[in-house]
């Protein structure tokens, strides 16, 4: 249902897109094999409980988040829910989440880490799909805000 998800909304806002699918897309690793990009080029998708609320912050794949970064921004620790409440707030399964095809509105925020790149790729709702876009598109399909939360 999470890539079907995905693809309606991609239809409705950017139909040119494609879903991709592979074998195995569920780590930055296998993503950057399986697409034959560097782990930086893949955008991983994290849900964080920021008290009640959820965000949703995507960054390149080859990077760490730095808590007091996180918590200078947004007054709270980073807390990252179970699996069970991931897939029940995004109707996407960890390993497939994603910003598109979202089950309840989620603030999303784009770390500054995929600007470095020409085309990142971010799941599509499934652990063996992604999409390939470059980070104005995906700050575009967002609506994303740009952060700087990363370690140096």
């Keep these: 249902m999470s890539v079907e998800a995905v693809a309606a909304f991609l239809k409705e806002k950017k139909p040119e897109i ?12 296998k993503a950057a094999d399986s697409l034959g ?3 930086g080029e893949i955008a991983k998708s994290l849900l ?3 008290k009640e609320d959820f ?6 794949g080859d990077k760490r988040l730095d808590n007091r970064k996180f918590k200078e921004i ?3 620790k980073a807390k990252m829910p179970e699996g069970e409440e991931v897939a029940a707030v995004t109707g996407h399964p960890v390993g497939g989440v994603c910003p598109f095809g979202l089950k309840q509105p ?3 925020y784009l770390d500054y ?3 470095a790149y020409p085309q990142v790729f971010p799941a599509a ?16 399909l967002t609506d994303g805000q740009w952060i700087d939360v990363i370690q140096s």
């Design 74 to 76: 947004f007054h709270a």
């Design 48 to 50: 964080f409980k920021v």
């Design 37 to 39: 990009v560097s782990p």
């Design 18 to 29: 494609t879903i991709l699918e592979f074998e195995d897309t569920s780590t930055v690793s």
């Design 55 to 60: 965000v949703m912050i995507l960054m390149a």
């Design 125 to 140: 709702g499934a652990s063996n799909t992604a999409i390939k876009l470059n980070p104005e598109e995906l700050q575009a």
């Design 113 to 115: 880490s995929l600007q």
């Design 106 to 108: 989620i603030p999303i």
